[in-house]
């Protein structure tokens, strides 16, 4: 099994080493091309802004639109989740609110209930999502504010799963791409 991480900007590197120890064959996603034969996707955190740049220099919207909307299990962590959103790739039907949490020095971990027990959440600089589409939904939250969500094939939290050594959520990718 597959699995492109997109390795324009973020810690791309700290997802593929979690999807190699899961089994996965990691794929570092920069061009069209590297979207050939993909078996799941993953969009790291980072930094949204300068994420929008690269997708937009590589040409890379329309290609990895067409291959999440093709069903291939989708995880957006952070940035990636704003990525997901109607203002950017457009293919999750939520609104994010970008650094919702405050700046760099406003980072927490925190305790999220996932899938009947509870997950240790790391924050960066994280959106929250302000707003959800009818087919969204929730699965976790901080606060009040929604911080995992999930629309079909995709799977978007506004924390870092990568950092935490829980492989749980990367599971989830893994076990769409086997379906």
Sequence with gaps: MTVGVLALQGDFEAHAKLLLELGATPREVRTAADLEGLDGVVIPGGESTTMSIGIERENLAGP????????????GTCAGLIMLDRD????????AKRNAFGRQVRSFEAEVQWDGGPLRAVFIRAPWVEEVG???EVMAEVDGHAVAVRQGNILAVAFHPELTGDTRVHEWVLAGAHA
Excluded: Y
């Design 88 to 95: 950017h790739l457009g293919v999750l039907d939520v609104s």
């Design 134 to 136: 009818e087919d969204v």
């Design 64 to 75: 990895l639109t067409d291959l999440i909307r093709s069903g291939v299990p989708t995880l």
